[in-house]
């Protein structure tokens, strides 16, 4: 078994979604020794932004790189990916990683009846981290986006750790990140979920 983790604040240390994925890539290990893990911070080694010359394959050297990104996210069968909330959206680092993975005929593709996703089979779980308190609320682009795309491509194993208020007081960091910890063993789940 894979399992793909994904880190996208450009905190480093301070990240409060850096420590959550962590945590849950941790409860996955402690459950399943041997798990084999693929890790890349989206922010210290980022992909370049999707442009028309990334899409006619202009750059061998890019276009041999999206092709690696894309199998590393079709050979894993958990992806775990820290997502902090920046201007009421994701990284655009992340997104630069979605736009190499979302690739017609390989993870959707087009049919009569609509789109369909191909990379089913798979569960994605996100550590979510929000300064402020955006869940249910207008302000929230971040979930309901993922939650799209990921669905857009079959997959429908799809679980939050959330933190929100993190910037809001230290006590509502420690009690949103003790809440978050408390829910990662649901998340994870166990291995007949993802397998």
Do not use: C
């Not at 290990?29 to 990334?54: C, F, I, K, M």
């Not at 971040?142 to 939050?160: H, M, N, S, T």
């Amino acid at each position: 078994m894979k399992l793909l983790h994904l880190d996208s604040s450009a905190l480093g240390a301070n990240s409060v979604s850096r420590e959550l994925s962590a945590a849950i890539v941790a409860q996955w290990q402690a459950r399943h020794p041997g798990l084999e893990v693929e890790y890349r911070d989206l922010d210290s080694n980022p992909l370049p932004h999707l442009t028309g010359a990334s899409l006619a394959k202009a750059d061998p050297a890019e276009a041999e790189e999206s092709a690696r990104v894309l199998e590393q996210f079709l050979s894993a069968t958990i992806v775990v990916i820290g997502v902090p909330m920046y201007n009421f959206g994701i990284p655009s680092t992340l997104k630069a990683w979605i736009d190499r993975i979302a690739v017609a005929g390989r993870t959707f593709r087009y049919t009569a009846n609509g789109p369909e996703g191909l990379a089913g089979g798979r569960k994605v779980i996100i550590a979510s981290a929000r300064g402020g308190v955006h869940s249910n609320s207008p302000s929230d682009f971040q979930e309901p986006y993922l939650r799209q795309v990921f669905a857009f491509l079959g997959i429908d194993d799809l679980q939050f750790v959330r933190a929100e208020g993190v910037s809001l007081s230290p006590q509502h960091r420690t009690e949103a990140l003790a809440a978050a910890r408390a829910a990662i063993p649901a998340a994870v789940g166990t291995v007949s979920q993802a397998a």
